[in-house]
DNA sequence: GGCTTTGTTCGAAGAATATCGAATGACCAA
DNA sequence: TTGGTCATTCGATATTCTTCGAACAAAGCC
């Protein structure tokens, strides 16, 4: 873990980097999880990938500007970036309106 | 080339690989220039890459039920799927709303 | 100080993707 | 039928992505 995580500046968040980011099954999960309501805590996602695969997706969500990691004693805390919406409104409610309810669940 | 081509039947199209496609700046290119309009001849978006690789660009846009692909004569014109807004509705509008202008030049 | 919990980082392996040039195929025109 | 145009396919290469296990690091607890 780390201190403080590096979030790239919002002005920088790429649309292209934000659809990648989102194309895959396992992130669009995690977003459309988080978009379901409150923050949650790193591991309660419960993907069925090791530590070492959901870190990786974690921090390229991240790096993405889709998500902000907050720490919290030993725990890591990932909510929604809510300045998403500015620099590209419409985009994730379009996306997460489409996106099948039980990819939202726990 | 060939005479018909194949595309996805439209219940078929998936939602992770229409955003994949559409992170490519290439691709993402070109449906915005279809979106600015009419359809178009495969040659006419003076890509910056070889044919081929045009044309794979094309073949992933067409599987992932983003464009079709109709031959009339020698060439090959492209145009955004009409019935892609019925099976995600809002997602293109919302996307492209969001890319550069620029982008849609030929 | 040790131990536990919680994630991260570091290779490494394998799959997928992007790109090109060369060869090919389909159609049209002469 | 010979050639030209337009696009696809094939094979090759380079890059990127996904995934894992092992090792590591930070924070809190005993």
Redesign the interface.
């Known amino acids: 873990m780390q201190e403080h995580y590096p979030h790239p500046e919002i002005a920088d968040v790429q649309?292209?980097?934000v659809?990648?980011a989102?194309?895959?099954?396992l992130r669009?999960r995690i977003v459309a999880a988080l978009a379901q309501g409150d923050e949650r805590g790193w591991g309660e996602f419960d993907a069925p990938v090791a530590p070492s695969t959901l870190s990786h997706h974690m921090k390229v969500l991240r790096q993405a500007g889709l998500v902000t990691h907050r720490r919290e004693g030993t725990r890591c805390i990932v909510a929604l970036r809510p300045d998403l919406e500015e620099r590209?409104?419409?985009?994730l409610?379009?996306?997460l309106?489409?996106?099948p309810a039980e990819q939202g669940a726990k």
Do not use: H, K, M, N
């Open positions: 649309l292209g980097e659809l990648q989102l194309s895959d099954p669009l590209f409104p419409g985009l409610g379009a996306v309106r489409l996106t």
